[in-house]
């Protein structure tokens, strides 16, 4: 019989890279079908909107030279698919810097990357077809590899957080076909800023809290809530301290007061970029206003807590609390019914199986039992390894569907729910399934539906966790509406998203 240690990790050092490699390759698979699906897609379908032709620069003429022209045509026909809603002012940022003050919505580093790109590797392309068409491959390039890159990194982050390689691979690959599936390989923030936070999550999770915080840096200055996934580091630096348990000792409170200094140095290093754009755009439109004129009369020229963000956002996009809560803006509230659906039984499965937990920020527990599989584990050690093989990969299956109610997860439900009620109150509700396509806990949860649904393992004995989940997700029907879901949605946006149709 193998140890409980060993059920834990679920394999070797060997399968876990194999594993690894698995995911990469899929997710690269996924890349190459979703871009596949929008050019084909786009051939066969009129745009609902022409205006990439009056955006892109004219197509060399006739005269130019034939490996031009074919450069050409490739490129203008790949941004055909990839440029729309969004992309367009990446791509115009990337190739004329902010102009307008409505641009300040979007943030510069994938910009900034595109124009690096474009200007090295893809300069021989840039002198064919022309700069513009330079950008848009380059943003595309980035996407893509940036969106290999977060699925190997959340399978590597599942596994550190969860305990169950398992569970962590099933994640990995439902992220593959995450519901955001075009805007992850068009020229959107969406894969680059997952790459990112997860990354910061997985050096968090080693206790590598400085480069966590660099990698917060540069994903505050990708997209805005970068600044948020800051919070992991206050949780681990100050609620999960060892510090906390002696703070009523002189000695114990000087050490959780140097955690918390740790923590705001940390916090704000995290919070380098966000705070680097809006101090650029405050230079920009108010010392040396461009448009509008009439900038300095603007709240973010006035008050040094206004920000440029803050006021784009209201003024150009109407973001704010409940103003969403309009009947024309049915339709799009039911497009985001799947995800909130999602994300409210994640958090009420993990939020019932211990209330006492999540009430106390984990500092008052219930007792639990030790599961079936660790006391049968104890009372068999000495036993013949005959079967070993078998149950290892019982015990596995068994602690994959326990894995999602660890006390690890603790942190990213708190997360997650936070970020449901600021989608819920404050933001276009359709764009919710790119807003979580960086929540590792939507995966995670998802991966535990297919986990709890699949046939139970032929050896071992089921714990109580996989128990409780088990009567709550009991038939494999829930697990195939999960994946469906994932799918269906993914692949309906590709087709959408191409020909330049709503939502976005």
Not at 445 to 467: D, I, K, N
């Amino acid at each position: 019989m193998v140890s409980p240690r060993k059920a834990v990790s679920g394999s070797g050092p060997k399968d876990k890279r194999s594993r690894l490699w698995s995911v990469i390759k899929w997710a690269v698979v996924s890349r190459m079908a979703s871009l596949a699906l929008g050019i084909v897609s786009n051939a066969v379908i009129d745009d609902y909107d022409a205006s990439l032709g009056v955006f892109l620069a004219a197509a060399p003429s006739g005269n130019s030279g034939h490996l031009s022209l074919l450069c050409s045509r490739l490129a203008r026909g790949l941004a055909q698919v990839v440029v729309r809603w969004d992309a367009f002012y990446f791509v115009h940022i990337a190739d004329s810097g902010y102009v307008y003050e409505q641009e300040h919505a979007f943030f510069p580093l994938l910009p900034l990357l595109m124009r690096l790109l474009a200007r090295t590797v893809l300069a021989p392309l840039a002198a064919l077809a022309g700069r513009q068409l330079a950008l848009v491959v380059a943003g595309v390039a980035i996407s893509n590899v940036s969106f290999v890159l977060a699925a190997g990194t959340i399978y590597r982050l599942g596994c550190a957080t969860l305990r169950s390689e398992r569970l962590a691979y099933i994640a990995a690959l439902l992220y593959t076909v995450a519901p955001s599936n075009m805007f992850m390989t068009a020229v959107y923030t969406e894969s680059l800023f997952a790459w990112l936070v997860f990354s910061a999550l997985l050096l968090i999770s080693r206790r590598k809290y400085l480069l966590a915080s660099l990698c917060l840096a540069a994903s505050s200055l990708c997209r805005s809530n970068g600044v948020m996934y800051s919070g992991f580091i206050v949780w681990d630096l100050i609620v999960r301290s060892d510090a906390r348990d002696g703070s009523t000792s002189s000695s114990g409170r000087r050490a959780l007061l140097w955690q918390a200094l740790k923590a705001t140095v940390l916090v704000a290093i995290s919070a380098l970029g966000f705070i680097a754009f809006q101090a650029f755009g405050k230079r920009e439109l108010c010392q040396q206003p461009i448009h509008p004129p009439a900038a300095s009369a603007r709240p973010y020229c006035e008050s040094s807590l206004s920000t440029v963000y803050g006021f784009v956002q209201a003024e150009y996009w109407d973001i704010g609390f409940l103003r969403y809560y309009t009947l024309q803006q049915l339709p799009n509230f039911l497009l985001a019914a799947p995800m909130v659906v999602l994300s409210g039984a994640g958090l009420w499965a993990y939020a019932t199986h211990d209330p006492l937990r999540v009430a106390t920020l984990g500092l008052r527990m219930r007792k639990r039992k030790l599961s079936a599989v660790q006391s049968v584990a104890a009372e068999e050690e000495a036993d013949a390894d005959a079967d070993a093989e078998a149950d290892e990969e019982a015990e596995a299956e068994i602690q994959a569907t326990a894995a999602y109610f660890s006390d690890s997860l603790l942190p990213h439900m708190y997360f997650w729910a936070v970020l449901l009620g600021v989608a819920a109150a404050t933001m276009h509700m359709q764009v919710i399934t790119r807003f979580f396509s960086s929540v590792p806990a939507v995966f995670w949860f998802a991966a535990h539906v297919v986990a709890a649904s699949l046939p139970p393992p032929v050896s071992g004995q089921r714990t109580m966790a996989t128990t409780t989940a088990k009567a709550a997700l009991k038939t494999p029907a829930v697990a195939l509406a999960a994946v469906g879901y994932f799918a269906a949605y993914g692949l309906a946006g590709v087709v959408l998203f191409s020909n330049f149709f709503p939502p976005a």
